[in-house]
């Protein structure tokens, strides 16, 4: 028996299945980790820096390869999953660029005679847990960051994409990594939590669910382990003025749509003031309904399927549920098979579960709001703080709306703008740390200060 299966969500067939690694599998993995620990982190950085840059480029060369596997595995387009290596080769390739920056001395100013200064040191084997939703690109913004300061990876992937965590061990370890250096584990759950407890493992980085975050945050707590959560997200897209309706209207529709819908920033609420409302509620349906989910191997797809048709049947059911208790469905609403149509719900309260729920998929819900206040206060109104967008033609007030959003980042006139110089996480149940950017080096390492007489 196995839980890692390629399963085709365009078409329903199971393609592969891996077997799930025995505990003596699992511990050999932890061990090569462990060993490579010290041989790695004791390279020097321009060493260590071309074999990172080395990752990049085979990303590139097997771009095609990758994002086949990308469609095969969870359903999405295959321009999309081009552009997904793409970017995951530019962020491995932004830590070999800036390996200097993220490895060098920190002086301190001191009060008294002599110096000190922040020396960051890697503090061994760390354990990552991927999602599904990009299958290359959320390896690449923690084991990059991770490899450059030298630490070494143990990955274990979703269940449902067995084929990437292959393909993507391969290119680490044909690059030049040190046997262990990245090794991939198909390791269930309980043996996830036993390679967290371990002591040769030092740090845990986890990008999914909040059950998820929550169970391994306990484990590596019990353990006394770092732990860097990456959970879910119900990003607010705020409409307060727009020299350009059809633009901004188009912008909501590319954030919402993202990886099938299934991105963790994605736009999911569409917060319009009322002297836009109507018009941008009519444009947008019609944007949205014009979209079709077809199928993710052709290259002008935009919507395929969703990852899987558990999924497709999880999304009915909230908005089956949102709709028996008041909202209402102005397009979509419905699926064939795994294949979910854009959709739009209005009237949704605060006492619906749908308010405070994530919605994984081509679904958003739209509000109108009288002001500026109003927007701010409900889009602070979630568990989640992961992304946020803002659209309005005055400066000051895209100031203080960025200033009173509780996320982890604000992009304002502008949607698909994640970078690999640029944070990303969030706050309140989205997470507790950042990845990407120089600040995503600075998670699982030992500043250790050094002062001298």
């Known amino acids: ?31 090569r980790a462990a060993a490579a620990a010290a041989t790695w982190g004791a390279t020097a950085p321009a060493e260590r820096a071309a074999v990172i840059r080395r990752i990049a480029e085979l990303h590139r060369e097997r771009r095609e390869e990758l994002a086949a596997i990308m469609v095969r595995e969870m359903g999405k387009p295959i321009a999309a999953a081009l552009g997904e290596v793409d970017f995951a080769a530019d962020i491995v390739e932004f830590y070999a660029d800036n390996i200097d920056k993220i490895t060098g001395d920190q002086p301190l100013d001191i009060l008294g005679e002599g110096t000190a200064v922040i020396r960051r040191a890697p503090l061994g084997a760390l354990l990552g847990i991927m999602p599904w939703n990009f ?42 990594l040190p046997d262990g250096g990245y090794v991939n584990v198909y390791a269930t759950n309980e043996q996830a939590a036993a390679i967290i407890a371990d002591p040769r493992v030092h740090g845990v980085s986890v990008t999914g669910s909040e059950r998820a975050g929550a169970a391994v945050a306990e484990v590596a707590g019990r353990n006394l382990k770092k732990v860097a959560l990456e959970l879910g997200g119900s990003d607010p897209f705020i409409v307060l003025s727009t020299n350009d309706l059809d633009a901004t209207v188009q912008a909501a529709v590319d954030a919402r749509l993202d990886t099938n819908g299934q991105s963790c920033n994605g736009a ?19 944007s949205l309904s014009a979209v079709k989910a077809e199928d993710p191997t052709q290259e002008d797809t935009v919507l395929g399927p969703l990852s899987s048709l558990a999924a497709a049947e999880r999304l009915q059911e909230q908005i089956d ?43 958003g819900v739209v509000y109108r709001v009288a002001d500026e206040t109003e927007a701010v206060k409900l889009a602070n109104d979630t568990p989640f703080g992961l992304g946020s967008y803002v659209f309005t033609t005055d400066e000051e007030q895209a100031e203080r709306v960025a200033n009173s959003i509780e996320a982890g980042m604000v992009y304002v006139n502008l949607v ?3 970078s690999p110089e640029l944070p990303f996480g969030g706050v309140k149940r989205s997470g507790t ?12 390492v030992n500043k250790k200060l050094i002062r001298k007489a």
């Open 321 to 363: 549920r949102a709709v028996a208790q008041g909202a209402t469905v102005l397009t979509g609403g419905t699926r064939d098979g795994a294949f979910f149509a854009p959709t739009v719900l209005a009237d949704v309260t605060p006492e619906m579960d749908v308010y405070r729920e994530e919605l994984f998929g081509p679904a």
């Open 416 to 418: 698909l703008a994640d």
């Open 268 to 286: 999911k609420r569409f917060i319009v003031v009322d002297e836009l409302y109507d018009a941008f509620v009519e444009k947008f349906v019609a």
């Open 433 to 444: 740390s950042r990845e990407l950017g120089l600040l995503a080096a600075d998670e699982f």
């Open 135 to 176: 299958p290359a690109y959320q390896v690449a913004r923690f084991a990059a960051p991770n490899l450059a300061v030298g630490n070494t990876i143990i990955l274990k992937h979703a269940p449902q994409c067995p084929e990437s965590a292959a393909a993507l061990e391969a290119i680490y370890s044909d690059a030049g």
């Open 1 to 31: 028996m196995t839980d890692y299966a390629v399963v085709n969500p365009a078409t329903g067939e199971t393609v592969a299945t891996y077997d799930t690694f025995t505990d003596a599998q699992i511990d050999d993995a932890v061990a």
